[in-house]
């Protein structure tokens, strides 16, 4: 899972001394753009909808992950951080990747 591997390779580098992390984090936001366009094709959300709007959903979509794979903690944790922590952190990284308001 890209939210696991994101939160494991934060701050690591490989042999050559390329960023392990930033390789991991590009890879998770390009996951979380294509759940929140299939968000959008399930009919969950609407491209009207705000970035506060897509967190929220996106929150109880993962939340509902999580109660169904809780052998995910550092996935957990780096969503968290990342995307429901911090709202405003998490909306403009949604507004970011999808374009919405």
């Keep these: 899972m890209a939210m696991a591997d994101a939160h494991n ?23 979380l753009k294509g759940a929140l366009i299939a968000m959008t094709m399930d009919g969950l959300m609407s491209r009207a909808q705000s970035a506060d709007e897509f ?15 809780p ?7 780096f969503a968290m951080q990342k995307i429901f922590g911090d709202k ?9 990747l999808i374009g919405v308001k």
Excluded: C
């Design 55 to 69: 967190r929220k959903t996106l929150q109880e979509v993962v939340e509902a992950w999580f109660q169904i794979f």
């Design 71 to 77: 052998n995910w903690p550092d996935a957990q944790t």
């Design 88 to 96: 405003n952190a998490g909306n403009q990284l949604i507004r970011m």
């Design 9 to 31: 390779n934060q701050g690591k580098t490989n042999f050559f001394g390329h960023d392990k992390g930033l390789k991991s984090y590009m890879k998770f936001e390009e996951k």
